[in-house]
């Protein structure tokens, strides 16, 4: 149900999800070492309620953040409760309005002796040079960019979508990113390619399970797993998020440890293709030579020391890999770089 409403929202345009705190620091605890020195973009993040912005501002020196910059697409359908802004110069709500939030400081601006989010909020609202207004805040748009070619690290949640447009324009301009996405993405004709040439992977603090979103006020709470969270606000909750990044981290240099035997009987081969059918990743079997295909879920798992990524889904013949006529479900077909014998 949570893909029928991912897939829904995207005929709909309606993919502002609002990623949780909780799950930004676990997955940034792997990166910190990527941050210090560096200019950080979060351009599909409104401060009213982004928690990327919230996480960046508040270990901006922690991190070592040489500066921090936010931009809103037309402002948010979401109002904040705790970073509230005042638009003296304009008669609409601030919402309404796009803007972008550059940071190059964060002090004890209130003199209490630690920085946390009153001091975040206090810049915002009293620093003139922090805020400042966009014509659209799309991150396609002229202004954007520009934004973008000065950032080092691009961080945020980008509308569902458009994440092929999204990687694009990152591989275009060279960035490093951490973003995130559904993992049907790795399927994608634009996002195999990179992932194939390792250019992008996956983070490693989500492998499984559904996670929970925030979404605007006027979303249709109309399935499972919906609800309204402590805040008053909506939530979703979504099956198959993964981070997406090109950011090295350690846990994608551990080993896969593989403990199953090959056998005739265990591992047919494909109708189209020279290569053995493995259901599961813990089934890859330790000491086969040969090719093999593997769920998309063996991303969560892959090493590239390892393991190399021959191709994806398709046989000889150009049409889906096939066992005795039936096609299991999509396949990425890899090699074991460094297979046991018995």
């Known amino acids: 149900m949570a893909n029928k409403r991912l897939n829904a929202a995207k005929s709909a345009k309606k993919d502002e999800f609002y990623t949780q ?19 950080v973009l ?7 309620e982004s928690n990327f912005f919230k996480y960046f501002a508040l270990r901006f020196n922690q991190l070592g953040l040489k500066k921090l910059i936010c931009t809103c697409y037309n402002g948010s359908p979401v109002q904040g409760n705790e970073l509230i802004i005042r638009f003296e110069e304009f008669d609409e ?46 991150f396609r748009s002229g202004e954007c960019i520009e934004l973008l070619k000065e950032a080092d690290i691009v961080v945020t949640n980008p509308p569902f979508s458009l ?25 994608y004709k634009e996002i195999f390619p990179l992932i194939k040439t390792n250019k992008l992977w996956l983070g490693p603090s989500i492998t499984s399970g ?51 035997h090959y056998s005739l ?19 890859i079997p330790f000491d086969y030579d040969g090719v ?7 991303l969560d798992k892959y090493n590239p020391s390892q393991f190399e990524i021959i191709k994806f889904r398709k046989g000889n013949d150009d049409k889906d890999l096939a066992i005795n006529g039936k096609c299991p479900y999509f396949r990425i077909l890899i090699r074991n770089k460094n297979p046991r014998k018995l």
């Not at 939030?101 to 003139?128: H, P």
């Not at 981290?249 to 199953?260: A, I, M, N, P």
């Not at 009987?265 to 089934?283: C, F, G, L, M, R």
């Not at 093999?292 to 063996?298: H, L, R």
């Open 93 to 138: 709500e601030p919402k309404k309005v796009a803007y972008k939030v550059e940071i190059t400081e964060v002090c004890d601006m209130n003199g209490d002796g630690a920085v946390d989010l009153s001091d975040v909020r206090y810049l915002l609202q009293n620093d003139k040079n922090v805020l400042s207004i966009l014509q659209t805040g799309d």
């Open 42 to 48: 979060c351009n599909c993040d409104d401060p009213y």
């Open 210 to 260: 559904d996670r929970k979103f925030n979404v605007p006020d006027d979303y249709s709470l109309n399935a499972a797993g919906c609800g309204i969270d402590e805040n008053g606000r909506k939530f979703i909750r979504v099956k198959g998020v993964r981070w997406f990044t090109n950011l090295d981290h350690q846990k994608r240099h551990e080993e896969l440890d593989l403990v199953c």
């Open 265 to 283: 009987e265990e591992y047919p081969k494909y109708d189209n293709y020279d290569a053995i059918e493995v259901s599961k990743t813990a089934n």
């Open 21 to 39: 705190l909780a799950d930004i620091e676990r997955e940034l605890q792997h990166y910190w070492q990527h941050f210090r020195g560096k200019t």
């Open 163 to 187: 994440f092929r447009e999204f990687i694009g324009q990152l591989m275009k301009y060279q960035k490093s990113f951490l973003i995130i996405g559904n993992v049907n993405a790795i399927t």
């Open 292 to 298: 093999m295909g593997v769920p998309i879920t063996f």
